[in-house]
């Protein structure tokens, strides 16, 4: 059984900075594509950033120049620095891979929630 877990939410200043982790673990072969989402009340889920196996990035326009997305792949874990943090940011924030483990397939963590204070 493979699962998703993340950590590093809390409490922040605006201005502040944060730096989430997402571990997998269980049974696994490989991870392929790593990725960070975020949903706010009465919003959807949206896309913050991604890292493919070959560490490939991609972020939405609303956080480029101040999160950064990496993986160690070793430790079979992603991290999403948040700098520069403002209350827009405030979030429950999930973590989403596609691992190969029995086949290949879609994972959710159970969310980690960002409070940014003005």
């Known amino acids: 059984q493979v699962q998703l877990v993340e950590s590093g939410g809390g409490l922040v200043q605006a201005g502040g900075s944060l730096r989430l982790s997402c571990v997998a673990s269980?049974?696994?072969?490989?991870?392929?594509?790593m990725a960070w989402y975020r949903q706010a009340p009465g919003k959807q889920r949206e896309l913050v950033a991604s890292?493919?196996?070959?560490?490939?990035?991609n972020y939405a326009d609303f956080v480029k120049g101040r999160f950064a997305i990496s993986r160690d792949n070793a430790k079979n874990t992603a991290y999403l620095q948040m700098n520069s943090l403002k209350p827009e940011d405030t979030a429950v924030y999930y973590c989403h891979a596609i691992i190969v483990a029995a086949y290949e397939g879609s994972w959710w963590g159970q969310g980690t929630q960002v409070t940014v204070s003005s």
């Open positions: 269980g049974t696994l072969f490989s991870i392929n594509s």
């Open positions: 890292i493919t196996s070959g560490d490939r990035t």
